[in-house]
């Protein structure tokens, strides 16, 4: 049974995508989890096969939501119901991490069969994400690409906060980013996180001039 958690705005239109698999052999839906606010734990505690994103809009949130999704099922496959099917569209959320995308033109009664086929690995078309390759020395200390980005911008000295803003989430997001990270390189803070990171070769080493503003800054 393909256990499918829905990532929608509100509970109508979850409801709605989830009458289109009700009477899907081997299609069970176990949940719905809001989009407009961190989902990554609820997930992970469901332990899906399938998270199906809806993107009704077509906004830029749905690219943070495949990045969501992917963090908190790492074994499941992530399927975008689109709004729009077009070449950059597909590419675009191919590299955020989804397996596949569907669009949201499709008819109900079909839309539970397309989710089965995509999660039992019998459609073409789902594409391998294709997300930015880390470094090597990245995948080597279990860092995501994600990870590895806010590390950068926690070496430079950014709050949570100027971080959430730079890349459009919420600070829990961030906080939920950094614990991971905190836990894959063995440390405690944000100072002996970036220090690891540049022992590790994770990141470019500061100029030297520039050492002591660096640590002062991350004390802060």
Known sequence: MNRVVIVAD???SAQTI?????HTPNCHVIGYVSGRRPFAMAI???????VLVDDPAGSADVYERIREARLGAENAK????AAAMDDDKLQAVARAGAHAAISRAIPAASLGTLVREIAEGRVYHAFTPSVEEPDATAEDAGLTPRELEILRLVA???SNGQIAR???VTEQTIKFHL????RKLGVENRTQASHAAYG???LDPPRIESRRRLDTALAA
Request: charged share 20%.
């Open 18 to 22: 989830g009458r289109g698999l009700r």
């Open 179 to 182: 614990s991971n990270t905190y």
């Open 10 to 12: 509100d509970v109508q």
């Open 200 to 202: 590790l070769g994770l």
């Open 156 to 158: 430079g000295g950014a």
């Open 44 to 50: 992970r505690s469901a332990a899906p096969d399938v």
């Open 78 to 81: 992530i399927v975008v119901l």
């Open 166 to 168: 730079e890349l459009w």
